[in-house]
């Protein structure tokens, strides 16, 4: 049996993930009825990382401006992509005043795990997907999957 101590050093390496979250709505129908999620453009991966960053509602306004430090953007540029963004299902909005206030649906982590699950679902053979994956990782990412398996262990694997 692990240790409280043991346990905690593996959350720690796995790090939080934020709260639960629906995904199910992230990405487009393809094939059967699965949904493929597709990446970020990069204007969207910024304006993603900026609202992951902030950990609570903002409006196009405040990203403009934490853009505008760094590059130069129109506000109508910025209402677009968030705009996008809430219709494909990564940011939910509420009407205050006369301006939406956005707010991420999922966390940064919940996210990329679901972007993994639909990559390794429409990718052919699983297996042989998972080994050219497991082939890949450095050793801090594959203690970091080796922590996560011990907190979150597969159906049907005892622990």
Known sequence: MRGADQI????????TCGAPTKLD??????????RMLRGLGDLESVVMDRMWSYRRPA????????LRQERQI???TVMTVMDNLHKKGLLRREQVSRAYLYEATASKEAYTAELMRSTLANGGNRAATLVHFLERLTPEEAEALEAALQVYPPRGRSS
């Open 25 to 34: 709505s992230i990405g487009r129908k393809h094939g059967r009825g699965r």
């Open 8 to 15: 905690s050093r593996q959350k720690d390496l796995i790090g």
């Open 59 to 66: 409006s196009v306004r405040d990203v403009l401006e934490d």
């Open 74 to 76: 129109a506000y109508t």
